[in-house]
């Protein structure tokens, strides 16, 4: 899987399942610590979060860091 492909499973993943959760980019911003801009650049693939920052995101949404990183 290439780096672009990864980071665009990525992006559609963490942008579905706030949605299904009725999560606004802002709280799930402010639940991870993080700015809610950088949320915005992550879903639209403008950013290629760390690891780190995919792991505070799944937390803050409550599902496996596998659960991002599948297509």
């Known amino acids: 899987m290439s780096k672009s492909v990864i980071h665009k499973t ?8 706030r949605k299904e959760k009725g999560i606004t980019q802002e709280a799930l911003a402010y ?23 995919i792991e505070k995101i799944a937390r803050s949404l409550k599902v496996e860091t596998k659960e991002l990183l599948s297509s």
Do not use: F, H, M, V
Not at 31 to 49: C, D, H, T, V
């Open 31 to 53: 639940q991870a610590g993080l700015n809610s801009a950088y949320i915005g650049y992550i879903e639209r693939g403008e950013r290629k979060p760390t690891l780190d920052t």
């Open 10 to 17: 990525i992006a559609k993943n963490i942008a579905r399942i």
